[in-house]
C-alpha cells in the first residue's frame, strides 16, 4: 500500500512538473502621448484586483505564471490627454489592443484565455 501511494505521488508530481513548468508571460500595456497622466486597473495571475493613480504612459507590467492559462483585464483612464490604447500580450502575441481618441479618453482589454 505504501509503495503504491509512493508511485503513485511521483506521477503527480511529475506530471505537475511537465504541465506546470513553463513560464507563461502576459504583457499589460497602457499608451497615449507621452506624459499622459491615467488611472490604470488591473487583474494580476491570482485574479486579485490593483489600482494604479496617476500613472506617467506609456505604462506597462510583465505578469509571468506557470498556470495552464489566466483572464487577463486592464482598464484606464486619462486625466489630460484625449488619446489612450490599451494591449494585452501573452506569449509573444496581441491577444487584445483597443484605442479611443474622445475626451477624457477610457479605454479596457480584456482577455478570457490569455
Known sequence: MVLVLAIAGFAVW???????SHQLP???????????IADINYIDKEGEPHQINGATLPWSIEIVTTAPS???????????ADQLGCRIT???????ERYTNEVSAYVYCFVKSA
Not at 14 to 20: D, S
Not at 70 to 80: D, E, K, P, S, V
Open 14 to 20: 511529475r506530471i505537475r512538473g511537465i504541465f506546470g
Open 26 to 36: 502576459t504583457y499589460y500595456e497602457i499608451y497615449g502621448p507621452p506624459g499622459t
Open 70 to 80: 489566466m483572464t487577463g483585464n486592464i482598464l484606464a483612464q486619462t486625466r489630460n
Open 90 to 96: 501573452a506569449n509573444g502575441e496581441i491577444k487584445d
